[in-house]
């Protein structure tokens, strides 16, 4: 395995410490696996969206949850319902992945999940970044000899 450093691209990105933590536990798989694949990606100043890749999959057989700062996404075929039956089927060849999987990710503070949608076997989380205004930096009026003045 090779090693990947982020450092070099986060030079410039002074006070996202937090989406940079994001991105590279994103990398760092714990378990090794790459199922499914997923993207990260900025859609704004403060949108974000996870794409995975859930080629086979339902809306059913997906569960999205938030705890603690964590969003996990989890998936696998269910089990047909009582009284239904599932086709018999018979693989000639099978490439398309539908093994059960667990995919973690750490939020920021102050990212919330707006939605998710399954379209076209990607499933789309929309994450958005909100600071409330007691945490969004203040201005601080400097007094010079009695006078008030205001940088702008």
């Given at each position: 395995m090779t090693a990947f450093q982020m450092a070099p691209l986060f030079r410039q990105s002074a006070?996202?410490?937090r989406f940079r933590d994001l991105f590279e536990a994103s990398l760092r798989n714990e378990s090794g696996s790459t199922y499914p694949p997923y993207n990260i990606e900025?859609?704004?100043e403060n949108d974000y969206r996870i794409v995975i890749a859930m080629a086979g999959f339902g809306e059913a057989d997906l569960d999205l949850q938030v705890e603690r700062g964590v969003l996990t996404v989890t998936g696998g075929k269910?089990?047909?319902a009582k009284g239904e039956q599932a086709p018999k089927v018979t693989y000639l060849h099978q490439g398309i992945a539908q093994r059960s999987f667990k995919l973690s990710f750490n939020l920021?503070?102050?990212v919330e999940v707006?939605?998710?949608?399954?379209?076209n076997g990607l499933l789309n989380?929309?994450?958005?970044r909100i600071v409330p205004e007691e945490a969004k930096p203040k201005r601080i009026e400097i007094k010079q000899g009695g006078?008030?003045?205001s940088l702008n």
């Open positions: 006070g996202f410490d900025k859609r704004g269910r089990e047909p920021p503070e102050h707006k939605s998710a949608n399954l379209v989380i929309e994450l958005e006078k008030s003045s």
